[in-house]
C-alpha cells in the first residue's frame, strides 16, 4: 500500500488524481492533501477518505474554522504549510498538482526526504530544474511526470532510447489556433479558456492558447530526458490522440496513443510506470488512423524560442520566464492587458534579465519577486504597449 500526500487536491489534476486513487483502493491510500482557497473539497475528500490526519490550506482563517470543526485533524496553513504537510503526514509518496512557483519548494522537499514525487506541476522544472535534477543526481528521491506528452516520451524512451534523432512533443494548437497572429489582438479570456481537446485548470488553459505551455514542455523534456533543444521537436496534433513521439534515426517514429483523458498518466506516474502499455511504430505518420498532424510554425508561435534562451543559458531565465508569464496570465484573466501582451511582457523580461549561473533556491525567489514586481508595475503604469 502506497501511502500518498496530494498537493493540490481540489484543482483539475488533483481531482482526477482522487478518481484513480480510488479505483485502486488496494494500491494507494491517501495520507494528506491541500486544498489551497477552495476549503469546501475538504469535507468532499474527508468523506472519501475520513482516515486523513493532515491537510493544509492557504488562508490561517481557513484553518482556525476547520480545526473547529475537525480537531482530529492537524491543519497547516500557506506557503510553510504545505512543507509541514509534507514532512508530518508521513507519506512514501507525494503528487504534485499545485499550479505554478508555489510548486516548486514543494517539489524539493519532497526530494530532499528522498520521497517519491509524481509531479504535475511543471513550472518546478521550468524554474528550479538544475536544482531538482542536481538532487536527483545525489540520489534524493525519484521522479515521475504525469504531463501527459512527458508520459508518453516516457513510455516510448522506456521500450528503446537508442540512436534517439528527436523527441516530439504534440500539441493540440490550443484554442486559437484557427487564428492568424493579427487575430489575437483582440480575443478575450473567455475565448482563450475553451481548449479544444483537454478540459483543465484556467492557468494551464490560457498557457495552451499562448502556446507559453509547450515552451515549458520544452524546458520540462529537457530536463526530464536530458534532450539539448535542437533534438526536442514540436508537431500540431489536433485531436490530441497522439500524446508525444520518438524520431530514430532510421526514419521509423514510436508513438503513445489514445484518447485524451489526464487519469492514463496519472495512473501511469502513480504506478511508477509499471502499468502496461503498447506504442506504435511506423515510417508514415499518415498511416495513423484517426487523428492528423500538422507542421508547427515558430514564426505563429513564436513564444516557443523562449524555451531556446531557457535550456541554453539555465540560470534564472527559467524564474523569469514563469514569474513574467504567471503575472501576465492573471492580468489577462482580469481583463487588465491583451492577449497579446502575454508574449511580450515575457519577452522584454528575459531580454532585460542579467541571469544568475546554478542559482539556489533563495537566488530563484529573489529573481521571482524582482520580476513579478517589475511587470506588476510595467502593466500599472501602462508602461508596455
Ligand atoms: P488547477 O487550477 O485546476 O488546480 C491547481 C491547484 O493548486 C488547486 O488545488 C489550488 O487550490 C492549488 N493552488 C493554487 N495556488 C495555490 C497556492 N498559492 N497555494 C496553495 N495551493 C494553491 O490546475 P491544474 O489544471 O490541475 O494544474 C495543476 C498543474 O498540473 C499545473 O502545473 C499544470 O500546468 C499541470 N498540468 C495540468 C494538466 C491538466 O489537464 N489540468 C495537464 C498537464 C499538466
Ligand atoms: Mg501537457
Known sequence: MMKVCLLGASGSIGGQTIDVMLKNKEDFDLVGFSVGLRTAFVSKILKKYPNVKHICVKNKEDMDSLEEKYPEVNFYYGDSGLISLIENCNADMVVNALVGFVGLAPTIKVLEMNKICCLANKESLVVGGEIINNLLKQ????????????????????????????????????????????????????????????????????????????????????????????????????????????????????????????????????????????????????????????????????????????????????????????????????????????????SLMMKMHQSISHPTYEDIVKVDRQTRETVNYLIKEGGIK
Open 139 to 346: 540520489g534524493k528521491g525519484t521522479l515521475y511526470p504525469i504531463d501527459s506528452e512527458h508520459v508518453a516520451l516516457a513510455k516510448c524512451l522506456a521500450v528503446d532510447n537508442k540512436k534517439v534523432d528527436k523527441i516530439i512533443i504534440t500539441a493540440s494548437g490550443g484554442a486559437f489556433r484557427n487564428l492568424t497572429r493579427r487575430q489575437l489582438t483582440h480575443v478575450t479570456p473567455e475565448d482563450a479558456l475553451k481548449h479544444p481537446t483537454w478540459n483543465m485548470g484556467k492557468k494551464i488553459t490560457i498557457d495552451s492558447a499562448s502556446m507559453v505551455n509547450k515552451t515549458f514542455e520544452v524546458i520540462e523534456a529537457h530536463y526530464l530526458f536530458g534532450y539539448s533543444f535542437k533534438n526536442i521537436g514540436i508537431m500540431l496534433n489536433y485531436n490530441s490522440y497522439v500524446h508525444s513521439l520518438v524520431l530514430y534515426r532510421n526514419g521509423e517514429y514510436r508513438l503513445d496513443c489514445g484518447k485524451p483523458d489526464m487519469r492514463v498518466p496519472i495512473k501511469y506516474a502513480l504506478y511508477q510506470g509499471l502499468t502496461p502499455y503498447k506504442t506504435v511504430v511506423t515510417k508514415d505518420l499518415s498511416s495513423i488512423k484517426g487523428t492528423e498532424f500538422g507542421v508547427f510554425d515558430i514564426k505563429r508561435y513564436p513564444a516557443v524560442k523562449f524555451a531556446r534562451t531557457v535550456i541554453k543559458n539555465k540560470g534564472t531565465y527559467g524564474a523569469v520566464l514563469n514569474a513574467a508569464n504567471e503575472v501576465a496570465v492573471n492580468a489577462f484573466l482580469d481583463h487588465k492587458i491583451r492577449f497579446t501582451m502575454i508574449e511580450k511582457i515575457i
